[in-house]
């Protein structure tokens, strides 16, 4: 996909002016380059700074004072020769000295690069990889902490682990198989089945961690819904902590939909204020509705707001029927006023496993709130503790491993042939190792690479 035999330059920094902007070098003539591009030129030293300058080639005058570190591979961010060179955060002067160092023979940089060679160069696997860019783009603190312990290895760990018991075990059946009129039986069927199985568990231990991680890694959309003049829109400026919408006493005052991203313990909860449902003439409103409805549909949860001091209606009840397969929260609004509903209708909505009753015209309601969705995401697989997998590549992979394992384990307890039993245990290897990038697709790992920004 790339050529590696090259050095390649970017700038590292983001797009714009800044305190400090960083030009990042890698290849084999980085030390050469350097020798070209910088004022002296300068002695430098494994991993430690010099202060020097950046010369315009044109004329060898001095571009920006610089501090250049330079790493030597293999003990590199991409396991080659690495200069950084830090300089003024100034847009202009690092595409000079860019320039200056693809005048001296580097190759400027694809979107990448830099941790594809790091991963090409065994310095890191395809998990780590895809954690560094994880990292980079979080947006809430519990997501930069799964991606970092990501990078530090604990996914790569636990599934390296169950990868390299799964090779000893095809080995000991090949061996049976190489041998099999000497009576060399290096693997009890019994105990092979019960190992088998173990592994299954495992790997689906480490599933069943991941429905949070992907909570964490991708967030969840939150479409909140209801009649008009519920509450909804008072709700979604609770939840976002600012008066992002419009609240006015008139029904129909939210037409469009209205979205937010707020922090929900690390979970990025995209919340979606609609517009109120019911039977309408009004050819804007029904627009609206009809927007809310696709919002409700598209969303992973859904919090319905009724309205306490108003008789619960047809199209409450609907709206109730609506969303009851649904992971749903429901809100029961308007508490500080005097309650309209008949007592018969009172257990249809106690029913609700997830439900708050809020008054929302002070604001003081929203920790309720958070509680009660936090409450209904914990019900779909999250928990306090930081999941090893939360990349949906990796667990649809996992899963692939468990069912290969799952299938070779009773076979195994009953003896059947080594082959049958190798076959599933090597497709499970395979699953295992594309996730590390041992055996992974080369147009799997463009599209990996490919989201990366230029100069990562
Ligand atoms: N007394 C009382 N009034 C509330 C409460 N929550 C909201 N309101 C009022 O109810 C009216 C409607 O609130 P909104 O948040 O705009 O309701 P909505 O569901 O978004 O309405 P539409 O956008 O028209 O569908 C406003 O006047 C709010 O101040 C509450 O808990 N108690
Ligand atoms: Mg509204």
């Not at 313990?265 to 609609?274: A, H, K, Q, Y």
Request: aromatic share 4%; charged share 25%.
């Amino acid at each position: 996909m790339f050529a590696t035999d090259d050095t390649i330059v970017a700038i590292a920094t983001p797009p714009g002016p800044g305190g400090i902007g960083v030009v990042r070098v890698s290849g084999a003539r980085a030390v050469r380059i350097a020798g070209a591009i910088l004022a002296g030129p300068p002695k430098l030293e494994p991993r430690r700074v010099t202060l020097t300058e950046a010369l315009d080639p044109a004329d060898n005058r001095p571009l920006d004072r610089v501090l250049v570190t330079y790493f030597p591979g293999p003990r590199s961010y991409t396991g080659e020769d690495v200069l950084e060179i830090s300089g003024h955060g100034s847009p202009v002067i690092l595409r000079q000295i860019v320039g200056a160092a693809t005048a001296a023979g580097a190759r400027l940089a694809e979107p990448g690069e830099f941790t594809f060679r790091a991963y090409l160069r065994g310095r890191i696997d395809l998990v780590q990889a895809e954690a560094i860019q994880d990292l980079v783009t979080a947006v809430t603190p519990r997501q930069a902490r799964v991606a970092f312990d990501q990078l530090e290895g604990t996914a790569t760990g636990a599934i390296g682990a169950i990868d390299r018991a799964v090779f000893d075990l095809v080995a000991r059946l090949e061996a049976s198989l190489d041998f099999p009129e000497e009576g060399y039986h290096f693997v009890d069927g019994e105990a092979a089945g019960a190992e088998i199985a173990s592994l299954a568990e495992q790997v689906r231990r480490l599933v069943a961690s991941s429905r949070h991680g992907r909570l964490i890694r991708e967030g969840c959309q939150v479409a909140v819904v209801g009649k008009p003049n519920v509450g909804k829109s008072s709700l979604f400026n609770a939840l976002c902590g600012v008066q992002r919408t419009i609240v006015t006493a008139t029904a129909g005052t939210t037409r469009d939909l209205v979205t937010e991203t707020i922090d929900l313990e690390g979970i990025p909860v995209t919340l979606v204020d609609t517009a109120g449902i019911r039977t309408t003439t009004d050819r804007i409103e029904a627009e609206g509705a009809r927007r809310a409805r696709a919002a409700l549909e598209a969303a992973a949860a859904v919090v319905v707001v009724l309205d306490r001091s108003r008789p619960l209606d047809g199209d409450d009840r609907a709206l109730l029927d609506d969303t009851s397969t649904q992971p749903r929260l429901v809100v029961v609004n308007k508490r500080d006023l005097p309650a309209a509903w008949c007592p018969a209708v009172r257990p249809q909505v106690a029913a609700c496993k997830h439900r708050v009753e809020t008054c929302l015209v002070d604001g003081r309601s929203a920790g309720a709130i958070r509680d009660a969705l936090l409450a209904l995401m914990e019900g779909r697989g999250t928990s306090r503790e930081t999941p090893a997998v939360s990349n949906v590549r990796h667990i649809g992979l996992l899963v692939a491993a468990a069912a290969a394992l799952e299938r070779a384990s009773a076979p195994a307890t009953a003896g059947a042939g080594e082959e049958l039993v190798l076959a599933d245990l090597e497709e499970a290897r395979r699953a295992l190792e594309e996730i590390t990038g041992k055996r992974t697709p080369e147009a799997v790992i463009e599209r990996i690479f490919e989201r990366f920004c230029i100069g990562k």
